[in-house]
Each structure stands twice: as structure tokens, then as C-alpha cells.
């Protein structure tokens, strides 16, 4: 009959060593309760553990961190080239606008110009003249309304020319001179040109400045060829001398 020695539980004993610093003391050995023993491993447990979620929470939130930053140079990095883009767009718009600004210059010498050419500043004669101011009295509903004017003395032959771009407005036979055209200039000037010879031009027709209105002629009993010229804006009769560009 076989029989088994029974194995005998080892016994593990823990002690704690006290050492004192005091010469006249002797050094304890002293066994921990077993109570003391587990609550020793329950904290080391517990510390090991918390450690552990530290250093885990500390790695999310570096890995969260690290995402956000790579977001955020991404978004960086989106926001720069749609700068870049703003920005090639702004210049492309500056561009035409200044091509735009150029032609509105253009266009307003153009205008600048046009309205220049129809202020009637220019000599209504092709070539120099004796001139006379006179006042010109007319008897309108019973009142007798003076009216400004130059006389001009030239030889025959002389054109008598428009002072300004225009339109002629009204062609008529009149019973000082013998005829009268009249140009309206589109900016409240009107000039009126009077001599006795048949006019070269119709109500209706666009005239330039220098354009040919008569061809003057001496009169009977050897007067001398003859223009009346006056000057009408808004309404009002002015002195020709007040604009007219004075050649002769």
C-alpha cells in the first residue's frame, strides 16, 4: 500500500525589519499581519492602475491634440491658397479697372472735346474781319427789347462759317439782312447768322465748327458784304465778344 506523504504547506513569512538610529537600541524583525499584507497589494494595485489611465488619457490627448493640429494646418493651409486666389483675382480686377478707368478718360476727353467743339467760341468768318458791336432795337408787344450784336465787314466771297458743332434749327428769309440761319449747339447755346445771300444749309443739318453756312456778297450801291451775328443762351441775348475767339 502505497502512501502519500502529505506535503506540507509552505509557510511564506514576511517581516519587517525596524532599524533604529539610536546606538543603545537593538534592530526588531517584525512578521506583517496578513490583513496589512493585502491592503499593501490593494495600493499598489490601485497606483499601478491609476498610473496606467494617466499615461493612457495623457497619449489621448496627446493623439487628440496632434489631429486638431493637423486640422488645423490643413485649414491653414486651404486658407492660405484661397488667399492666394483672392488675391490673383484682386489684381486681375484691379487690371480692369484700370483698363476701365483709361476708357472712361478717353471717352470723357472725347465728350470734353465734343462739348468744347459745340461751345460757340469760334470766329464766324474764314478769314479776319472789321467787326462792330451794336445793339439791335426791337419792338416786341409794345416794348422796345434791346438786343447785343457784332456787325462783321468782309470781302465777297468771305464764307461765313459755324461757331460751334450744331444742328441748324431754323432757316428763314428776315427783313434786315435778308437771311437767317440759326444753330443750335445742344448745351443751351444758339447763334444766329444773318446776311444776304442764300443760306448753303437747311434746318435739319449737323454742322461742325468751321462748317459753311453763306458765301457773303456786297450789297447794292457798293455796301460792303455783311454779317450779323448774335448770340442766345438760355433764352438770353449775350454779347458775341463775351466767348468769341477774336481773329481779325
Not at 511564506?12 to 539610536?22: E, G, Q
Not at 506583517?32 to 497619449?59: E, F, K, M, S
Not at 456778297?217 to 468769341?244: H, R
Amino acid at each position: 500500500m502505497n502512501t502519500k506523504k502529505k506535503r506540507k504547506k509552505r509557510r511564506v513569512n514576511h517581516y519587517v525589519v525596524t532599524v533604529s538610529d539610536m546606538p543603545s537600541q537593538d534592530t526588531h524583525l517584525r512578521r506583517l499581519p496578513h490583513g496589512l499584507r493585502r491592503l499593501i497589494a490593494l495600493c499598489i494595485l490601485l497606483i499601478v492602475v491609476a498610473v496606467t489611465i494617466i499615461v493612457a488619457n495623457n497619449n489621448y490627448r496627446a493623439t487628440v491634440l496632434a489631429a486638431k493640429e493637423e486640422a488645423y494646418q490643413e485649414e491653414i493651409s486651404r486658407l492660405s491658397e484661397e488667399n492666394n486666389k483672392l488675391t490673383e483675382q484682386n489684381a486681375i480686377l484691379q487690371d480692369k479697372v484700370l483698363i476701365l478707368s483709361e476708357t472712361v478718360n478717353e471717352k470723357n476727353e472725347v465728350v470734353n472735346a465734343i462739348e468744347e467743339r459745340s461751345v460757340p467760341t469760334g470766329f464766324p468768318l474764314s478769314v479776319a474781319a472789321d467787326l462792330n458791336e451794336k445793339k439791335e432795337v426791337l419792338q416786341i408787344d409794345g416794348e422796345n427789347v434791346t438786343r447785343p450784336m457784332i456787325e462783321f465787314t468782309a470781302p465777297d466771297g468771305t464764307y461765313i462759317v459755324a461757331a460751334g458743332d450744331g444742328t441748324v434749327s431754323y432757316v428763314a428769309e428776315e427783313i434786315s439782312y435778308g437771311w437767317e440761319v440759326r444753330i443750335d449747339h445742344s448745351n443751351g447755346y444758339v447763334t444766329s447768322y444773318r446776311t444776304n445771300t442764300e443760306p448753303k444749309v437747311k434746318v435739319g443739318d449737323e454742322v461742325s465748327r468751321g462748317g459753311l453756312l453763306f458765301e457773303m456778297k456786297a450789297g447794292d450801291d457798293d455796301d460792303p458784304a455783311k454779317l450779323g451775328y448774335q448770340i442766345i443762351y438760355n433764352d438770353e441775348y449775350i454779347n458775341p465778344s463775351d466767348i468769341l475767339e477774336i481773329n481779325g
